[in-house]
């Protein structure tokens, strides 16, 4: 188990990395591999959230047996926040982003 340790642990740190990273700066780093054009920067905010998400969940999964049960409460916290932030930045109408956030805060 060790050796999947590591292996969760490494997984759970680059995609948690590109996660954030694609939040942050949705249309520099998208446009690495894709068009920017194709998409808007909202929906690129709300891949890279679910990309930093699951990157704790790996993380979690990689500390013991309750490690992903704990990550998974803490991160939809974690999402809620994130959702509620990108659609503050995009300063559109996402209502039902903003009820997937609640939805996550309460559940």
């Known amino acids: 188990p060790v050796a999947a340790q590591r292996a969760a642990k490494f997984t759970g740190l680059y995609i948690g990395v590109i996660g954030i ?27 890279g959230s679910l990309c930093a998400l699951l990157g704790w969940y790996y993380r ?15 991160g939809r916290y974690l999402l809620a926040l994130a959702l509620c932030i990108a659609v503050a930045i995009d300063k559109q109408n996402h209502w039902g982003l903003l009820l997937l956030a609640a939805t996550n805060a309460v559940g």
């Open 21 to 47: 990273a694609l939040f942050v700066a949705p249309v520099t780093c998208f446009s690495i591999l894709f068009d920017p054009t194709e998409i808007e920067p909202i929906w690129i905010r709300v891949f």
């Open 60 to 74: 979690g999964a990689s500390q013991d047996s309750r490690g992903f049960l704990v990550a998974s409460v803490s």
